[in-house]
């Protein structure tokens, strides 16, 4: 209250003789000079409305830019928007891409194999210390039963143990219950593919004399009459002859990435009710 008291007689003075240039503004005829008080008027009001002047610039240049601000603040929401939209298509598409990969070369396998199959989804998975299963979208609506073959792109999955009216479990061939009959690609040795969990498989009745390598492929030998013959099972990476027992053996590892499986088929002959 102190500063307005000491301060309110120049406010006032300032007050009127803005008060006093506009009216002496208004009444000036367009056509007519301003006489000696109109000049001294203006001369008096100069030093005034100059700070004045200055003032209500930085006011309009303020305010223009928070409304800049506003407007700049609202497009970069915007196109934060357009960017979380722009990576959620691009996402979808890389997946499409994916997936039509994935079908083209599973269709490719389709093609190699005799028997009629169809086609199914991973939608679950047991990798129990027990047993090696994955659950798939085809059941008993699909034709499918028990002890039927389940292959990949790139070769044996395993075979379906229950089979459920919409659904089936599939017993993956890492399983320690899991036999299937094979044949050493380069040299025609025959053995039994047999799970040993953690991924891995060993090739077993395998004599000593027969011919088998570190990088071998195992394919299915066909017999038995459940997986088509020539079906890759996986590669041979460890080979052992010990001194006694007529069996060598042999340790094989998967060549479909069991733990990264989304589709499979399944064919359709064999089996059992």
């Known amino acids: ?20 240039l506009i009216i002496f503004s208004l009444n000036i005829p367009r056509n007519r000079e301003a ?25 309009e240049d303020v305010w223009d830019n928070y409304i800049q601000l506003i407007d700049t603040r609202g ?43 169809v086609a ?29 073959a389940v292959v990949a792109a790139d070769g044996v999955v395993g075979q379906t143990v229950k089979v459920a009216g919409e659904s089936s479990r599939v017993l993956l061939l890492t399983d320690h219950a899991s036999g299937i009959s094979a044949t050493i690609q380069r040299s025609r040795a025959r053995g039994v593919v047999k ?21 071998d492929l195992v394919i299915t030998s066909g017999i038995g009459g459940v997986f088509p013959k020539g079906v890759p099972i996986g590669e041979v990476t460890m080979v052992k002859r010990g001194e006694y027992g007529i069996f060598q053996t042999v340790s094989i590892r998967p060549i479909v990435n069991l733990a990264h499986l989304e589709e499979v088929l399944i064919v359709q002959r064999g089996g059992y009710e």
């Open 75 to 117: 497009e970069n929401l915007r196109l934060r928007e357009d960017i979380r939209s722009l990576n959620a298509r691009l996402v979808a598409a890389n997946e499409a891409l994916l997936a039509r990969q994935r079908l083209e070369r599973l269709l490719e396998m389709k093609k190699s194999l005799t028997p009629p199959t």
């Open 195 to 215: 799970g040993k969990g953690e991924m891995l498989c060993s090739l077993e009745f395998t004599t000593r004399e027969e011919d088998v390598k570190v990088g």
């Open 120 to 148: 199914a989804s991973v939608i679950g998975e047991d990798g129990s210390s027990w047993f090696r299963t994955l659950v798939i979208d085809r059941g008993r609506s699909s034709l499918l039963r028990e002890g039927m």
């Open 35 to 59: 006489n000696f008080m109109e000049r001294g008027v203006l001369s008096l009001m100069a030093p005034l409305l100059r700070p004045l002047s200055h003032v209500s610039g930085s006011i």
């Open 1 to 20: 209250m102190g500063i307005l008291k000491k301060y309110l007689l120049v406010l006032l003075v300032g007050f009127g003789v803005l008060v006093a």
